[in-house]
């Protein structure tokens, strides 16, 4: 099946003449239904839901600590598509996991992937998974419409780039620094050929992420881009009840924004 309606929502986004905006929030770190519910209506074109787990390697400290936060609540990957499938009539806008493979080994692939179609997840992000070690995944959402997101770096060789682009589903994931996730002052210098790049070469829109958390990265970064991933900076406002940073984030792709 091809794989569609991730695509078509950022591409909405973009014949609007506004960047995409996809916040990433950890399933059962707060209220998973008014998390949701609060980003769609605040104008996120996707949501990226982290699924907690005990060895988070890409992670910072605060979307770590957001993790243990939903662990010691009890959450799960089984849990959150639960909740998920409760709440899918109304959520409007595509639903990304992002988990590490071990769960959805736990879970077993091809439950986890009939549970995805159930609960309105149009894309998979596996960041411990590499491209030579998917097809497990691959086979498992190939008659789905869940879009498995790659992940491109800063270090990637050409020809390794060229490679994860043309297996690209739903949109590329270009992460915009070395290291793990967390509020960033600045980016490599790099950045702007590496994005004009993937662009040039990708079948389905590039979207940045890593250390974006403030409307002037938004914008700036975005503008490079098809629009960006915000994880730190949406995990801790939430916790600390501050919804109007995360509207102004949303804002900051936005069309009256950007012109």
Known sequence: MTKTT???????????????FIP???????????????????????IEVGIPFSDPVADGPTIQRAGERALQNGLT???????????????????????????????GIDAFAQACTKSGVYGLI????????????????LETDVALVQLVSLTSPPGRIEKIVAAGEGFIYAVTVNGIT????????????????????????VLAGFGISTPEQVKSVGSLADGVIV?????????QNELEKIQELVQASKKEVLN
């Open 6 to 20: 991730l695509t078509e929502a950022i591409q909405k986004r973009l014949n609007e003449g506004e960047k995409a």
């Open 24 to 46: 990433y929030i950890m399933g059962g770190d707060g209220s998973l239904k008014e998390q949701i519910l609060f980003l769609q209506s605040a104008g996120a074109t996707a």
């Open 77 to 107: 990957l089984r849990t959150i598509l639960e909740e998920l499938t409760v709440i899918r009539d109304e959520v409007t806008i595509p639903l990304i996991i992002m988990s590490y493979i071990n769960p959805i080994l736990s879970y």
């Open 126 to 141: 596996a960041p411990d998974v590499p491209l030579e070690e998917s097809e497990l995944l691959e086979n498992a959402l």
């Open 182 to 205: 967390g509020v960033r002052d600045g980016f490599n210098d790099q950045l702007e050929q590496h994005l004009k790049h993937l662009k040039n070469i990708s079948p389905v829109p």
């Open 231 to 239: 994880g730190s900076a949406i995990v801790e406002a939430f916790h």
